[in-house]
C-alpha cells in the first residue's frame, strides 16, 4: 500500500541578496512523494533544485508554507533513519575510510554489529569493493559520489534524495551505477528523488519534476521529442 511520505503546500524560500533584499529561489511549490516514487527533479542550474531537496529531507526550513512527513515519524528521526540524502558537493567524512563512511548512518542508528557486512555488501554491489579501505582525499570526484549513494542506502531509509549523484561520472559508468541502484531499490517501496542533468537517468524515472525559476511543474516523463 502506498504511504505519503512527504507533502509539501506552498512552499517558498528566500535568502538574503547581500544587498538589504531578497533573493526568491522557491515560489509556491506544491509536491507530495508516495513510498516507492521515481522522481527526476530537472531544469537548469540556479532554478532551486538543491533547494527544495534540502527542505524535502529536513535540512533546511521553507520561509513560507508546509511541509509534513507523515509516515516518517517526528521532524527529529527523519535522518538518518527515515531519508537518506546525497549531497551534490563532497560529503564523505574525511578521516574515516569509504568504508567506514558507507556504514556510518547505520553505527548513528544504533546497528553498528550490521554495519560493516553492509557496508562490504554494498560495495561490492556497486563494484567499488576495492575502495573501501581509501579516505575520501584518495577518491575521485566519480567515486565519492557512489560511495555517498552507498551510504545513502546502507540503512534502507524510506526515502533517497539524491543531488547530481552520476555528474562527475562518463556515462557509460553513470548507466552502470544507476542501474544498479534502481536494481537495489526494486521491491523496496523506498522512494528515490534524483536531481539531475542527465536525460537518460532521468527518462528512467516514472515521474519528472521541472524547477523553472523556483516553480515546480510535476507530471509524467516526457521525454521532449514526444
Ligand atoms: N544559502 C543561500 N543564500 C543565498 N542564495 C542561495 C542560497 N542557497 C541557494 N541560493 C541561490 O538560490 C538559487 C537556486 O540555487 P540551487 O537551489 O542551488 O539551484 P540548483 O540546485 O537548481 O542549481 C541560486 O540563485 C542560488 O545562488
Ligand atoms: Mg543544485
Redesign the pocket.
Known sequence: MDETLVVANGIGRD????NAGR?T?LRDVDCAISSGARIALV????????????ILGGLDRPTSGRIEWPSLGSFEELRPRQIGFVF?SPSLFPALTAGQNVGLPMILAGERDAADRTSALLLDAFGLAELADKLPEELSGGQAQRIAMARALAIGPKLILA??PTGQLDSTTAQFFFDTVLNRLENTGIALVV?THDDAIAARMATRWT?DH?WLRSGPYRSKAT
Open positions: 535568502f538574503p541578496d547581500g533573493i529561489v531544469g537548469p542550474s540556479g532554478s532551486g533544485k538543491s533547494t527544495l531537496l534540502h551534490q543531488d547530481e536531481a524547477m523556483g
